[in-house]
């Protein structure tokens, strides 16, 4: 009597999970973003390092932005990692919509069965950066006012832009 035996080549495949940006931001600001990293190989990976692009479309190429990185050490088969960072959008970034790219063994040191499906993207839109300060309740302490005599002005200043204003007059 034999039995069959299947043997498999031990393997690694680093994937994307569940991408996670603000669905906007302004150019010149820094947003949180996180993912997870999953490796479904048979085997462990010595590295779980994600790295993090901005690209005008969802797949990864050498044109898009690299933003910053999460580093990982050893990631068991089977088994996934939370990963986080802090990102700033460049400041030149026209306005416009942008994919946030997450890139699994982005400086590529694990050697893995499958390198293609390595990138997960999470939709952003980006603004670019304005103040627009309103003049709100405007009050005056009197309507009539002899020449020379003081009067008493105030009102409230309202920022409906999308970035704080340093100073107001």
């Known amino acids: ?5 299947t043997i498999t080549a ?10 996670n940006s603000p669905g906007s931001a302004v150019a ?3 947003i949180s973003i996180n993912c997870y990293i999953y490796n479904q190989g048979t085997t462990n990976s ?8 901005l690209s ?20 068991n088969a089977g088994s996934s990692s939370y990963k986080s960072a ?10 416009g919509s942008y994919y946030i790219l997450f890139f699994a063994d982005y400086s590529a ?22 103040i627009d300060l309103l003049i ?9 006012i002899t020449a020379g005599n003081n009067v008493s002005v105030s009102c409230y200043i309202y920022n409906q832009g999308n970035v704080s204003a340093t100073y107001s007059y």
């Open 46 to 53: 010595s590295s779980s390092n994600v790295g993090y692009y």
């Open 28 to 30: 010149g600001n820094s």
């Open 86 to 95: 802090t990102v700033t959008i460049p400041s030149s970034t026209t306005s």
């Open 109 to 130: 040191v694990v050697s893995e069965t499958n390198e293609n499906n390595n990138v997960n993207f999470d939709a952003i839109t980006i603004s670019t950066p304005s």
């Open 1 to 5: 009597n034999y039995d069959n035996i």
């Open 56 to 75: 005008a479309d969802a797949a990864w190429d050498a044109g898009d932005t690299y933003l910053n990185y999460s580093s990982g050490g050893t990631l």
């Open 136 to 144: 709100q309740t405007p009050y005056l302490s009197a309507t009539t």
């Open 10 to 19: 031990p393997s690694i495949d680093l994937i994307i999970q569940s991408p």
